[in-house]
């Protein structure tokens, strides 16, 4: 389980009782057509109700993080103010090098390559 995924989980959770009623559909219109005494499909919906609930609750803990993470914003940014966001725009910047950079970094030859530049 991969707590980095959060779109997925959300969309899981949206998309789930779709397939779930998709597929108790299929099997139950299979199960009625090859009918022996034995209705199984029950055990089919109760597989896809299992992975519906579990779908549901990533998301609600998807949803609680993502809430904990706005509310703890939303209290530092009011108890220090805008001073608090430009301290760590600038640290961002400084932290991470713009594209400019990074592209330069990438052109250069690595030290003891044929043609680079000894010091």
Not at 12 to 24: E, G, I, L, Q, S
Not at 66 to 82: E, I, K, M, P, S
Not at 94 to 110: F, G, N, S, V, W
């Amino acid at each position: 389980m991969n707590p980095l995924r959060p779109i997925k989980d959300l969309t899981d959770a949206v998309v789930m009782p779709f397939k779930a009623v998709f597929v108790v559909g299929l099997c139950a219109l299979i199960n009625w057509m090859t009918f022996s005494g034995q209705w199984w499909v029950k055990w089919v919906a109760l597989g896809m109700g299992i992975a519906v609930v579990v779908s549901l609750a990533r998301a609600a803990r998807t949803l609680i993080v993502l809430a904990l993470v706005w509310f703890v914003g939303r209290t530092v940014y009011r108890r220090y103010g805008d001073a608090a966001r430009q301290a760590f725009d600038a640290w961002v910047a400084r932290k991470q090098p713009d594209a400019a950079t990074m592209m330069d970094l990438l052109r250069k030859p690595p030290a003891g390559a044929p043609g680079a530049a000894v010091h």
